[in-house]
């Protein structure tokens, strides 16, 4: 018996509950003044609210890119034109930011497939690339933990926090590229349904084992991770906070360890706690902190709300529809024809070599 995730909504309730029950007690015993929090708002300068906003929006190209790449090395041809991957990472981070539970990776997954003739066949695999771009964050995210750890000020709890990111980054790498390995197995190797799907994954991780796809990927990835680190820096002097660029970078790598478990949509209010604490050690107080935090997710979440609800329209798409959409495209690959799976595994590994 293989373990599971609960997955009843009960089920998933008591698995999230012990880190809810911690982030709750994290806002009731650091709460800020919400008086300071308020008046913090009323000395914004918008132009550097505007240099963030595009600098988000470069980020957001520049990882597109990234996914397109590994995409490239994962689907035979045709293989989709980079507007329509923009598409539909756009409409993935519009999903993570109104839904819970990180929705918007198997969301894109689902807007990309919609026209493929072979969706079924295509989506595993696709599933495999959003795994593999997500997993090269570990780079550009490595440079920045040596560049935070080299300049930064760090409270022990966040230098704890960067050695727990960094052990899990490093083992999903190494899943990833011993997953890549094996992606050449012959399809009688891979009876059954649930193999199937792991195996049309794998060539989802095809770029692992191209060594010149992957430096593009890891390129647009450190690209899109340097943009939004000069996005926090522009939003930090938004709120009238002049700290040196490291400490934004202390602040976007706490940013997303803040997110990594999605406990409700935006993990909003830990995501602030997380930005103010370590901001207190460059002397900036608890309640200008959590209100920068609040500016700063509002100005990302706006750049994943207005790209992905331009998109989402021009996909012909209603809100209803998107929180379907995972759903139904992780039905679909399960109850998917095993004789079609087995051609297009065979297409792939032709391909491969």
Do not use: C
Request: overall charge positive; charged content about 15%.
């Amino acid at each position: 018996m293989r373990p599971r995730l609960p997955r009843s909504r009960w089920g998933r309730f008591l698995f999230t509950l012990p880190f809810l029950i911690g982030a709750v007690a994290l806002l009731v015993w650091r709460a800020p003044d919400w008086g300071l929090v308020a008046d913090a708002f009323t000395l914004v300068s918008w132009r550097w609210v505007i240099a963030a906003i595009a600098l988000n929006l470069l980020s957001v190209v520049a990882r597109a890119m990234a996914w397109r790449t590994v995409i490239e090395q994962a689907l035979p041809p045709p293989q989709p034109s980079f507007h329509r991957v923009f598409s539909a990472f756009g409409v993935g981070l519009f999903a993570n930011a109104v839904l819970p539970g990180r929705i918007g990776e198997l969301a894109r997954v689902a807007v990309l497939t919609r026209r493929m003739q072979q969706k079924r066949e295509a989506g595993a695999t696709l599933v495999g690339t959003v795994f593999a771009h997500r997993v090269f964050d570990l780079f550009p995210s490595l440079l920045l933990i040596g560049y935070v750890l080299a300049s930064a000020k760090l409270p022990n709890w966040a230098l704890t926090s960067l050695v727990v990111f960094v052990a899990v980054s490093v083992g999903l790498f190494a899943f990833a590229v011993g997953s890549a390995r094996r992606g050449n197995r012959s399809v009688l190797e891979e009876v059954g349904q649930a193999r199937r799907l792991i195996t049309m994954a794998r060539y989802g991780l095809g770029v692992m084992r191209a060594p010149l796809p992957a430096a593009v990927a890891i390129f647009f990835q450190t690209v899109g991770w340097a943009f939004q680190l000069f996005a926090v820096w522009a939003v930090m002097r938004a709120f009238g906070i002049h700290e040196p660029l490291h400490a934004a970078g202390l602040v976007l790598l706490l940013m997303n360890i803040a997110t990594l478990l999605p406990l409700w949509p935006g993990n909003i209010g830990i995501v602030q706690a997380a930005v103010a604490l370590p901001l207190v050690s460059y002397g900036v107080a608890y309640s200008r902190g959590f209100a920068f935090g609040i500016g700063l997710q509002v100005i990302e979440i706006s750049v994943g709300v207005g790209v992905g609800l331009l998109f989402l329209a021009r996909e012909g798409l209603s809100f209803a529809t998107l929180r379907r959409m995972p759903r139904a495209e992780v039905d679909d690959e399960i109850t998917g024809e095993p004789a079609q799976a087995e051609e297009h595994v065979r297409a792939r590994a032709g391909l491969s070599g």
